[in-house]
């Protein structure tokens, strides 16, 4: 398993842009498929988006399409997470997470999972 730890979260207007970080810790993080969940409060977690191992491939919620973006660059263990284009309705503690099964973790499945870190989208 990797260790992940978000961050680059943060209160900002609607409108504006915020990229998250996740940095993962151990040698084979570049087998993992990653991706990024959200839980707003009262509500169930839900997926955000996903990128496969080898970046070739990326899968987005309906309500994230053309606005968010995830990439990773595997010489720094580090997936990310590039917001704009903001909503209030995008507040939400926005969790990392990997996992071996890139079909499994688009369905929230994952073998590790990050802390957190707050998204807070004033309107």
């Known amino acids: 398993q990797v260790q992940l730890v978000e961050s680059g979260g943060g209160l900002v207007q609607a409108g504006d842009s915020l990229r998250l970080s996740c940095v993962a810790s151990?040698?084979?993080?570049?087998?993992?498929?990653m991706g990024w969940f959200r839980q707003a409060p009262g509500k169930e977690r839900e997926f955000v988006g996903a990128?496969?191992?080898?970046?070739?491939?990326?899968s987005y919620a309906d309500s994230v399409k053309g606005r968010f973006t995830i990439s990773r660059d595997d010489a720094k263990n580090t997936v990310y997470l590039q917001m704009n284009s903001l909503k209030p309705e995008d507040t939400a503690v926005y969790y990392c997470?990997?996992?071996?099964?890139?079909?499994?973790?688009?369905?929230?499945?994952?073998?590790?999972w990050g802390q957190g870190t707050q998204v807070t989208v004033s309107s």
């Open positions: 997470a990997a996992s071996t099964y890139y079909t499994y973790l688009k369905k929230g499945t994952a073998d590790s």
């Open positions: 151990g040698r084979t993080f570049s087998s993992y498929h």
């Open positions: 990128i496969n191992w080898s970046g070739g491939s990326t």
